[in-house]
């Protein structure tokens, strides 16, 4: 683990984030799905709705509910296919999942290398007041790493005076936070591989990031089977064909990430009805599968139209849930995959592929994992998945000197 975890605070890492704009459990599912097309990973925090006063009184991490993606969401849709435009309005706080566990408030004096044991825990946000300075590198004391109480280093301002006993925070009537993701944190580590080495060059394979435990759906099952199966962290679920010698061949796969900025409409129709090669694939626009999906306007505005305004019928198509086009007709998926990938493609790398090359794959598409394949096989043989968790595990392997 590199000195610069112990030296850096959280509140270095929240330097021009924007302020924390609630998502309240009271919304419609039509919000949160703008909302989610501007937000980190892909996912939301929702926010307990309570009077001003009542909020003044209590820590706002008690008000936090949990957080919703845009799997849960395209989920929620296929459950409600009968309707899709009342369950456009169905309130959040009837879609999500309660897990406060997922967010903690953290003062903005806290050591970095915390704040990683949090998010190795299980935390995936970190809600840090923005209106309070501190003074310092970090607290003296910090919490329990490796099975031991880490204390700081002596660090000296510039008049010579040792500042670690300083508070670390002076507090303002000013309550604004922001959020901090695991995102923000990959993007901080991937500012400091210098600091790092010789980590950042050593192979994911080496340095143990790979997990072999993944998710995974035969692409000839239904789509439909991925609501049960789909993992919360990372929320991705690999489409894979199966050799005869017992190994997987990935062809896509179905995830928030993948899900971000879709149409969801369409692509709740599609996890309902297709096959999960065929979801992956996308459908042809001229192929047999048609069906009539509202045009709802749940990725801008409503320019006046709404569930109250008669919508305009169109068929489901590749492009509608964020696929390419295929000129093929009624082809199976392993032709068809032959012919193009597109956005279809998953995001993957090679099993001795560094560290460094993964978290700049990861960062530059804005994804949450990527998928790991034997560099000793020309097939996209799966050998295993590299989330947030890998990374975080994988540079603060080492318990410090």
Known sequence: MALVFLHHVVGDLTLGKPELVEF???ETVEAAVRAIGNSAEGAITVWRTESAAAAARRPPAERFVGMLNSSDVVAFLALSSADPEKAMTTPVSEVVAPNPGLLKEVDPGTRLIDALE????????LLVRKSIMWKGFSKRFSILYNGKWLKNIQSSSLGGVSNSDQPSSSAS??????CLSREDVVRFIIGCLGALAPLPLSSIASLGAISATYS???ASSPAFEVIYKIPHDPCAIAVIETNSDGTHKIIGDISAYKLWKCD???AAWALANLSSGQFVMGEDDYGTTRVSVPDFPINSPTDGSGPGVP???RKFSSRSIG???NQVNQMPVGRLRSMYRGRSAPLTCKHTSSLAAVMAQMLSHR????????ADMEDDILVGIVSYTDILNAVTKFPPP
């Not at 949090?118 to 946000?125: E, I, L, P, S």
């Not at 009537?173 to 922001?178: A, G």
């Not at 994804?367 to 034997?374: C, E, I, K, L, N």
């Open 323 to 325: 696929f390419f086009n």
């Open 24 to 26: 309240s459990e009271a």
């Open 118 to 125: 949090m998010m190795k825990q299980g935390v995936r946000c």
């Open 311 to 313: 919508s305009r019928p």
């Open 367 to 374: 994804a949450t994992h990527v998928w790991v394949t034997d």
């Open 216 to 218: 995974f759906i035969e």
């Open 173 to 178: 009537p000013d309550n604004k936070f922001c």
């Open 264 to 266: 969801y409409l369409a």
